[in-house]
């Protein structure tokens, strides 16, 4: 590999780095945010239906029902991750698609939709990388209890089933969950995620529900699955600089709720004991049933890895102004961390900042890859999601000279190649997103894509950073 030039190491803005041979370039994008076509072919309502019209809890009052209408595009989407050289397309299912009531009868029309698409995919020569569950839970399992009821997870299995035997001879790697994090607090306790709730005890019980969830549905895939897919699942690991004069209990903290709840169980099978302590007063985790721990604990081929900023806490000394940042995600309302909250508080990390108010740290991404190598020395990691969202200007020929975009991605490519250069194991790299969608609470206000969509006409144009991604897959040579 081609060490770092002087002038790239200070700030991670390489060039020249060299990737290892069959190292994966890829791109992603989640069913809600780009699919539309909602209400089409027998889809049953998700979570984030409900959520988006409910008013005041999407901006401009946005929703899913068209997005970038890749339901309908999907075939020219692909043609298009074909010019860019992709060598895998990171993809999720819709659950009420596949069974529009989230049990019951399974909708071969929804089905029928995926199977086309990973055909077209391999087509291609592009890998399928298929998730099963990126947050658009089927309305009536909300209705029955949601995540914190242990049937959800019973529900999960199923459609595991239902996927694995319909699409298990030709996916190339499962993921189970897309950042169950957000799933379990964002969900269920800040409420700033569908459905909205603000239960810190619910949101730790759909912690382990969603855990649970995963294991099954391993279980599941592995005994329907007649190809040799690979078996992961994608977490958002939370990498916290401390403050103050107890900056290590913060980061621990931090680090319990976010990262060991889930991978303490799936990959070490077993709730870490400070966890357990640190939300003592919210639960007493009773809901984990005997033989739960062993489920969850499943092996892995592959940890996906999503990252994009850091977060900067501290002990909340219980006199000074409690600050919250939340350059995260919408405003909070509940709590984010069950048993912190009022314990911890978190501070505006220093910048730059992306559009989202996130901080710009690719250091954070080499160091938490590094860090978990040191935990799980044999688990092979990916990088499932990294991206950024600017405020594009489209100049006046149509083109989009997306360059902070561009050097966020340099910066971040630049870590994950250090990262590899010190021993981790990394596979490949999926930059978020391929194509601008709806981005959750701010609706279509931020774009993440390196492929602009015009939200009116729905014509999608390579931005600059798109085309210099291409670059880098087809020669994996960290470009000019
Ligand atoms: O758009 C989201 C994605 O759905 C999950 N990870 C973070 C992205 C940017 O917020």
Known sequence: MTTH???????????????????????????????GAATEDGRGPSIWDSFSRTPGKVWNGDTGDIACDHYHRWEADLDLMAELGLGAYRFSIAWPRVIPAGTGAVNPAGLDF??????????????????????????????????????????????????????????????????????????????????????????????????????RAIQALRAT????????????????????????????????????????????????ADLLEDTASVTDWAFVADGDLATIAQPLDVLGVNYYSTVTVQMWDGVSPKQQHDGHKAAPRGTAWPGSDGVLEFLEPPGPYTAMGWNIAPEGLEELLVSLRGQ?????????????AFDDVVEGDGSVRD?????????????????????????????????????????????????????????RTVKDSGAWYAQLARTGVLPD
């Open 5 to 35: 030039s002087a002038a790239g190491n200070a700030d991670y803005r390489d060039r020249g780095l060299v990737f290892p041979a069959g190292f994966t370039f890829g791109s992603a994008t989640a069913s809600y945010q780009v699919e």
């Open 114 to 215: 995926y199977s086309r698409l990973v055909d077209g995919l391999l087509e291609r020569g592009i890998r399928p990388v298929a998730t099963l569950y990126h947050w658009d839970l089927p309305q009536p399992l909300e209705d029955a209890g949601g995540w914190p009821a242990r049937a959800t997870a019973d529900a999960f299995e199923r459609y595991a089933e239902v996927v694995g035997g319909a699409l298990g001879d030709r996916v190339h790697t499962w993921t189970t969950l897309n950042e169950p994090w957000c799933s379990a607090y964002l969900g269920y306790g800040q409420g700033g995620h569908a459905p909205g709730r603000h239960e810190p005890a619910a949101a730790l019980t759909a912690v382990h529900h969603l855990n649970l969830a995963h294991g």
């Open 225 to 272: 699955s007649t190809g040799d897919p690979e078996y992961s699942v994608t977490l958002n690991f939370h990498v916290a600089r401390g403050r103050g004069d107890r900056a290590d209990e913060a980061v621990r903290r931090v680090d319990a709720l976010t990262n060991r709840a889930f991978t303490g169980p799936m990959l070490r099978g077993a709730y870490p």
């Open 376 to 388: 799980f020395p044999d688990q092979p990691l990916m990088v499932t999601e990294n991206g950024a």
């Open 403 to 459: 360059a902070e975009r561009l050097d966020y991605l340099r910066r971040h490519f630049t870590a994950a190649h250090r990262a590899l250069a010190r021993g981790v194991d990394l596979r490949g790299y999926f930059v978020w997103s391929l194509l601008d969608n709806f981005e959750w609470g701010y609706g279509y206000a931020k774009r993440f894509g390196i492929v602009r969509v015009d939200f009116d006409t729905l014509e």
